[in-house]
């Protein structure tokens, strides 16, 4: 049982190029979700999946796309990287058992991404 | 969005003394949760905390889900130099199937 896993740990891009941050879980866990953190701001939201098929904004989902094609996998896409978006993302998955609760949200271990 | 304001932002502390830092926000949340990240790894989890009034222990941790269900505190007692890191709360709303984060409580422990 691996949890949450990320891939890449690290990454340089150029301004412009695009990329795709790989996140998959193997709890079996509906909902997934994307952040980013920067210093001093915590964590923000940028897109969240409560299944296979759907996708939803978060807080600051400008220049990234989400796809849930699976309920293990959950990629976020970087369209045309710009500097803004040096960061670290952080996936995280949980499990949505009953209607009014939430279970654990467990996270990855992060990408960090640098755009010079 | 939703803003959770946590406090204090950073703490200096002797080993051995006890810590408090909480969260308030002007809504209503379904779960409390709260986080340790220690550098260069993801957020782990502490202690979840799905009812109002609920108080929840894991170890020397002892969290709390406020009456309100806008606020929520954590507690460390007689803490040690691994505690070092940042803590952060996180609050889940159902209605939005969101969760939304304070800006986190950097924690140093002297030796």
């Known amino acids: 049982n691996a949890g949450v896993t990320q891939t890449p740990k690290f990454q340089v891009l150029k301004t412009g190029q695009s990329m795709t941050l790989q996140c998959a879980q193997d709890?079996?866990?509906?909902?997934m979700s994307w952040y980013r953190q920067d210093p001093g701001m915590g964590l923000r939201l940028i897109h969240y999946s409560v299944g296979a098929g759907i996708t939803d904004q978060g807080e600051v989902p400008n220049g990234y796309n989400v796809s849930r094609s699976t309920t293990e996998d959950f990629p976020l896409r970087l369209l045309s990287a710009a500097p803004s978006q040096t960061s670290v993302y952080f996936c995280?998955?949980?499990?949505?058992?009953?209607?009014?609760?939430?279970?654990?949200?467990?996270f990855g271990p992060g990408t960090r991404l640098t755009v010079l | 969005g939703q803003q959770l304001n946590q406090s204090p932002q950073s703490m200096f502390i002797q080993e051995g003394e006890d810590v408090s830092m909480n969260c308030t926000s002007s809504s209503i949340f379904n779960t409390w949760l709260w986080y340790k990240q220690d550098p260069g790894e993801g957020p782990v989890l502490l202690i979840a905390l799905y009812k109002a009034g609920e108080l929840t222990s894991n170890g020397r941790l002892t969290a709390q889900f406020g009456i309100t269900r806008k606020d929520s505190f954590l507690n460390i007692s007689a803490s040690i130099p691994s505690d070092v890191g940042i803590y952060f709360c996180?609050?889940?709303?159902?209605?939005?199937?969101?969760?939304?984060f304070g800006s986190g409580t950097k924690l140093n422990v002297k030796p």
């Open positions: 996180a609050g889940y709303l159902y209605n939005f199937n969101k969760f939304y």
């Open positions: 995280a998955s949980s499990s949505l058992r009953t209607l009014d609760r939430a279970d654990t949200q467990y």
């Open positions: 709890m079996n866990h509906e909902y």
